[in-house]
């Protein structure tokens, strides 16, 4: 399985942007889709995005889309989430996800690799 590692969660004020990365080693990571999750506090974890082998295919929460972006660069073994006008309901830790297949799921357990999750704060 390949590992998985985030980074670039912060403290950020409500309308900013923030760009999360997860970089996957020890595996084949063009044989992955790769998918988003965060976890609130005292709230389950559920489904933000998800990109597909190839980065052709994207799929979104309703509750992000039109202000968050998946991306991957299969040279960089990295997958991105672009988040924009972030709000204080956005705050969780945020986790990227393996999948292997063509495409992404929102389903939690379809995912076989996880990372450790970046915490991602937003202040009213």
């Known amino acids: 399985q390949v590992q998985l590692v985030e980074s670039g969660g912060r403290l950020v004020q409500a309308g900013d942007s923030l760009r999360l990365s997860c970089t996957a080693t020890?595996?084949?990571?063009?044989?992955?889709?790769m998918g988003w999750f965060r976890q609130a506090p005292g709230k389950k974890r559920e489904f933000v995005a998800a990109?597909?082998?190839?980065?052709?295919?994207?799929l979104y929460a309703d509750s992000v889309k039109g202000r968050f972006t998946v991306s991957r660069v299969n040279g960089k073994d990295t997958v991105y989430l672009e988040m924009s006008s972030l709000k204080p309901e956005d705050t969780a830790v945020y986790f990227c996800?393996?999948?292997?297949?063509?495409?992404?799921?929102?389903?939690?357990?379809?995912?076989?690799?996880w990372g450790q999750g970046t915490q991602v704060a937003v202040s009213a």
């Open positions: 990109v597909s082998r190839s980065g052709g295919t994207t």
């Open positions: 020890g595996g084949s990571f063009i044989i992955y889709a």
């Open positions: 996800a393996g999948r292997r297949g063509i495409f992404g799921s929102m389903i939690e357990g379809e995912y076989g690799s």
